[in-house]
């Protein structure tokens, strides 16, 4: 891949398969992240409430899988399944900083000394799972307390297709701003260990514009979009951020009615809460006089046909 390319995040709650719908309706990133899901509830007595997030419509879109757990077989079990599925790839999640997930010796915590064995055998698991030629990812921070690159040594000399780094520490959670002057040594391992595997930055970039920047000036291969999307749906488009500040508040009640429809009809008995749902208001309704107090309304609701009532008000 010459371009630099985009993802959108993986976040929980979010980026599921109607989220990601209606982010490809305004504007399509090269790729897309699921929201994190537990190998080892997929495989284990969790399986039907943790394969609603496995659910995958949006079949257009290159999407990536996100697997977090413990146990290898899960791992590899998974693995299979997501690709069989129709998943264009699996990433594997060493980096989400909660202190339950950490205590459980899980994601992040496999940075430190004591975890990377068990990150390896994940990876080597994940790698038997999606197969020789499948894509392989993985995604993590600069460190744990403090940055150490011998962690992102050990993982380009792993058989991975992609690493992607959010330029902060565990310990620094999202609280200071993106760190992107400490991924210059990672791309100088990359270079040096693993030409071959695909570099992405990720951490408060904001739409493709600023994402070309900082690409290009660290000389990684992508960029990926997290909380970005949630101040302009229209991100990954070449025309951002001009297109969602133009946006009339019609048009911007009717994306989320858009959204709130898809929603309806893909989890129609209540298989997602409706509260992640409502959530959503405050990425479409902004940016104009009385959008607070339309947004405020929208939160109060307690049922879907309330929420629609509203909407179609
Ligand atoms: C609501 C929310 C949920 C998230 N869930 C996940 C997740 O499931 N897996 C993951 O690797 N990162 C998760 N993240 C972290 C993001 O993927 C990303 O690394 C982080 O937000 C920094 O990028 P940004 O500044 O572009 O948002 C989440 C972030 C947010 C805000």
């Known amino acids: 891949m010459n371009q630099v390319f985009n993802i959108l995040a993986p976040m929980d709650d ?3 398969t109607v989220f990601r719908q209606i982010v490809a309706s305004c504007s399509t990133p090269d790729f897309f992240m699921t929201e994190f899901i537990n190998a080892d509830g997929m495989q284990g007595v969790g ?10 419509d949006d079949k257009d879109n290159k999407v990536i899988a996100q697997i977090w ?4 077989e899960n791992f590899e ?3 299979r399944e997501l690709i069989k599925i129709g998943y264009y790839g699996v990433d594997i999640n060493f980096g989400c900083p909660e202190k339950n997930v950490v205590r459980n ?13 068990k990150a390896i055998e994940l990876i080597k698991a994940t790698r038997r799972g999606v197969g020789k030629k499948g894509f392989l990812s993985v995604k993590t921070r600069l460190g744990f307390n403090e940055i150490d690159y011998s962690w992102h040594e050990l993982l380009l000399s792993q058989d991975i297709n992609m690493l992607t780094v959010h330029v902060r520490t565990r310990k620094e959670m999202s609280k200071v701003p993106a760190n992107y002057e400490a991924m210059r040594p990672i791309v100088e391992l990359r270079n040096k260990i693993a030409p071959k595997t695909l570099l992405v930055v990720n951490g408060d970039i904001q739409n493709r514009a600023h994402a070309e920047t900082i690409t290009k000036d660290l000389g990684v291969d992508g960029a990926m979009i997290g909380r970005g999307v949630f101040h302009d749906p229209y991100c990954f488009s070449d025309e951002a951020p001009e297109i969602w500040g133009k946006m009339s508040p019609e048009d911007k009640v009717n994306l989320l009615r858009k959204h709130v429809n898809l929603f309806n009809e893909t989890w129609p008995n209540g298989e997602r809460k409706f509260n992640t749902l409502k959530k959503f208001a405050k990425v479409y309704i902004n940016g104009y006089p009385g959008a607070k107090e339309y947004r405020e309304h929208i939160m109060e609701s307690k049922s879907m046909d309330e929420l629609l009532q509203l909407l179609n008000n």
């Not at 399986?47 to 995958?56: D, I, L, N, S, V």
Request: overall charge positive; glycine content about 10%.
């Open 14 to 16: 979010v980026t599921d």
């Open 47 to 56: 399986r039907k409430a943790t394969y609603t997030r496995t659910r995958y």
């Open 69 to 72: 757990g413990k146990d290898p």
């Open 77 to 79: 079990k998974s693995a």
């Open 105 to 117: 010796g899980c994601c992040s915590a496999m940075i430190k000394p004591e975890g990377r064995e």
